[in-house]
Nanobody
């Protein structure tokens, strides 16, 4: 059974930092793409960042470039999202997601429809 478990969400002040973790199990970690997505109240879920464990390629939404860094520890089957210089508009539930490499996909890397497995999310609140 595929499982993705997020942790690390918290309440911080603007300008602060958080590190989110996504612990994955139930599949071969090395050949997956793992992404972070977020959904703010009243808004659609959007892609934040993604890493392809097969080749290490990373992708970022324009809104987080230069502030967020995604990384992967294949030995621990865990993906991290280091978030610096947080802003109130970063407030959202952050979800970890993984693709199924056996399902053809030509979606953009940060498109939610390119991912097939989802965690339950962790809440990040940034106060001004």
């Amino acid at each position: 059974e595929v499982q993705l478990v997020e942790s690390g969400g918290d309440m911080v002040q603007a300008g602060g930092s958080l590190r989110l973790s996504c612990a994955a199990s139930g599949f071969t970690f090395d050949d997956r793409a793992i992404g972070w997505f977020r959904q703010a109240p009243g808004k659609e879920r959007e892609g934040v960042s993604r890493i392809n464990n097969s080749d290490g390629r990373t992708y970022y939404a324009d809104s987080v470039k230069g502030r967020f860094t995604i990384s992967s520890d294949n030995a621990k089957n865990t993906v991290y999202l280091q978030m610096n210089s947080l802003k109130p508009e970063d407030t959202a539930v952050y979800y970890c997601a993984a693709n199924d490499p056996f399902i053809f996909s030509d979606y953009d890397p940060l498109d939610i429809y390119g991912m097939h497995y989802w965690g339950k999310g962790t809440l990040v609140t940034v106060s001004s």
